[in-house]
């Protein structure tokens, strides 16, 4: 899938990747590189393994076999706590925590080294304002909770992020607006892995697609076939 | 016979009250008759076997030993029984057996160890049993409570995995909040003493003769045991349980929780 020449190593390298839980396949065999720059999006339909994918990237999970690299470097040696500070989450549904903006982006960082500017700064390229900084967390609506909870990630200065369905739960126009967000992120020099099982979406955001049906990385005839619009739930 | 005791007459009188239960629950149609029944009848069989025992453990020539051999049974059966009342609460069992044997240890060594009473069979089976027999509630409260906050707000607890927080800190929220609550009903019970209702250590003593003001000191005394005791043996469960619910790279393990 990894089609242009990267800059250094891509940003993980998944290589034999399977996922079991209990008697359950949810992901089988995975190989795939993810390039270290701009969007990846995967794609696919409910139930393929996209979620425990991304989950595995930031070491919510790990494989019950194969291996998984980021940037090079076998995950299993990574401090996990550094790693997942350095590949930021977005989850599928807001979680806030109880207090303000400011006591949400603490847990972050509660002591960070520009002050409120860094909080700030994280506002803005979550695309809020710094009104934003001391209302309550409770009290924003379902795509400002969101954009939220990625200035929060944004605060740990992740140099790469995984965002899971971020709009599943959002309307239309916020839908849009965070993915205008997301771009101007990864064109930064984020490149961000974006999940999600809207083919039109894929289609806006992609600079490589990888499409994921029942545990395994599609290619070929199914992958043309679920690009199509024709492979549904 | 002292005035504290009732004989086996008075006993069978106050079953006329256990005959007022199994009426009313006729009455009312609430089929609980035979389980009254068998409870009382149970409570009395397992009384009586316990005063023999006790006759046993109390007599000035038998070894403590037997004393504290009881103590180490206590523990073992408050194992088992917050594993009956949590079965979905992985590794309850052992957690109970450290938990309860630690601040067993600790309350009975401020109790002996400073000589508040004599190490005597007749104050250490009873001050060993009630310190265990009311921690057995507040270690079952503590451990649902933590499983079951860790489980319904999961994705809070690893969207602050995600941000980098160690797994003491991202569940620290939610443990402190099920500590709270399991320690609160003991702290209410503390606060209620003397003006809700009149303790058993002190009815007893009261009803065996004791001066009031001696009586109440021993409660006191007893009521801060218990307080303590409590409390140690939640937090060491909320340390150890939630240490058992995040693997060492920090990852919240997958929670089978009843009921949710």
Known sequence: MAAAPEPGPPLFELAGVSLRLGDHTVLDHIDLTVAGRGIT???????????????????????????????????????????????GMVFQRPAPFPGTVRDNL???????????????????SADLGPDFLDRSADELSGGESQRMCLARTLVTNPSALLMDEPTAALDRDARLRLE??????ADAGRPLVWVTHDLDQAERLADETVVLVAGRVAEGGTRERFLAGEVRE | ???????????????????????????????????????????????????????????PDTSILWAWAWVVLMVLVASFTARRRAPEVPGIMGLTLGATSASAA?????????????VVGRTV???????????????????????????????????????????????KPFVRSALRTALTSQIENTKAVGLVFLPGAMTGLILAGADPVDAVLVQAAIMYLILGCVATNVVLIGLGLTRRLFTPDHRLVRLARTGS
């Open chain 2, 106 to 118: 600790l309350s009975l060594f401020v109790v002996f160890g400073l000589g508040i009473y004599p």
């Open chain 2, 125 to 171: 089976v009873p001050i060993a049993g009630m310190m265990i027999g009311n921690s057995i509630g507040s270690i079952v409260v503590a451990s649902r409570r933590i499983l079951g906050e860790l489980a319904d707000r999961r994705p809070e607890v690893e969207a602050r995995l995600a941000l980098g927080q160690p797994w003491q800190q991202a569940s």
């Open chain 1, 41 to 87: 999006v995967v794609v696919g339909p409910s139930g393929a393994g996209k979620s425990m994918l991304l989950r595995l990237l930031n070491r919510l999970e790990v494989p019950s076999e194969g291996e998984i690299r980021f940037r090079g470097r076998p995950l299993d040696t990574l401090d996990p706590l550094a790693l997942r500070r350095q590949v």
């Open chain 1, 106 to 124: 603490a847990v972050a960082d509660p002591d960070p080294k520009g002050g409120d500017d860094d909080y700030l700064a994280a506002l803005r």
């Open chain 2, 1 to 59: 016979m002292n005035d504290a005791a009732i004989g086996w007459a008075g006993l069978g009188l106050s079953l006329i009250l256990v005959g007022v239960a199994v009426g009313l629950s006729l009455w009312q149609g609430l089929r609980l008759e035979k389980d009254m029944l068998w409870a009382t009848g149970r409570a009395l069989v397992q009384l009586l076997a316990v005063g023999y025992v006790l006759l046993f453990i109390v007599d």
């Open chain 1, 180 to 185: 205008r967000t997301a771009r101007i992120l």
